[in-house]
Structure formats: C-alpha cells, structure tokens
C-alpha cells in the first residue's frame, strides 16, 4: 500500500512541477487577416468561427489591442509569447495541474474592434474555461 501511494504522490508531483503544457501548436498566428479555426473539440472559442457553430463562436472584443492585451494580463498566469502593432499570442497556464492554453488577438483597424481566439493544448473538453477567460476580458476592457 505504502508503495502505490508514493507512486501517486510523485505522479501528483509530476504534474505540479512538469504540467500538461503539450506543445505549441502549428495553428498559432495570423494568415490572411485571420486566426486558425477551432479544432472539433469544445476546448476552443474563435471571434472568427460561424455564428452557426455555437460551440465555438464568441463575439469580437470592442476597443484596442493594447485594451486587450491590459485586460488579459489582469489575469494570473499569462506569459505574452509574441506581440506586433496588431497580433498578440500568449500562453496562460493553469494553477493546479499546469495546462496551457493560447490566446491569440488580432485588431482591426478598420471595425476597431479585437478578434480573440482562446484554446487548450491538450484535452477534448475544457469545461467552458476558454469561454469564461475571454468574457472575463471583455468585462475588464474600458467601453468603447
């Protein structure tokens, strides 16, 4: 018994110190003034996805990048990967287990307004976290 307990303890550890970060996926970036679609999965939410596809689609953020990206580092976690006048990536990891997720922004100058993507790495469901990220963003952005 004392063995299959120090075996979950250092598995425990494991995850704590390692994390479930997966690798950076190749989807990550801007392409044609847009950010990569949702995979099937419901561990994604994209400003961009059809308004038909209620599993993915979330409403554009109303403002400017740098409203954006202030708003997103109010939360904890969040290590911002690469920047430009109109793209943001960055990497939030989870507390517990130490997941990685990547939310991307890409501002249009034209509508004034900040298309989001939020993603997990790794697993199928993210149990609504991604969705509650980016509202959490848009209630802490100044109006418009």
Known sequence: MAIVWRTIQLLLVSFVMFGCSGQKPVTIGAESGRLSACPKSPNCVNSF??????????????????????????????EVVTETEVYLHAQVTSFLIRYVDDVEFLFDAEQQVVHVRSASRTGHSDFGVNRRRVEAIRVAMPSP
């Not at 209620?54 to 904890?76: E, F, N, Q, Y």
């Open 49 to 78: 996805a059809d308004a038909s596809d209620k599993r993915h689609t979330i409403a554009v953020l109303k403002g400017s990048l740098a409203d954006a990206k202030a708003a997103l580092l109010m939360l904890p976690r969040v």
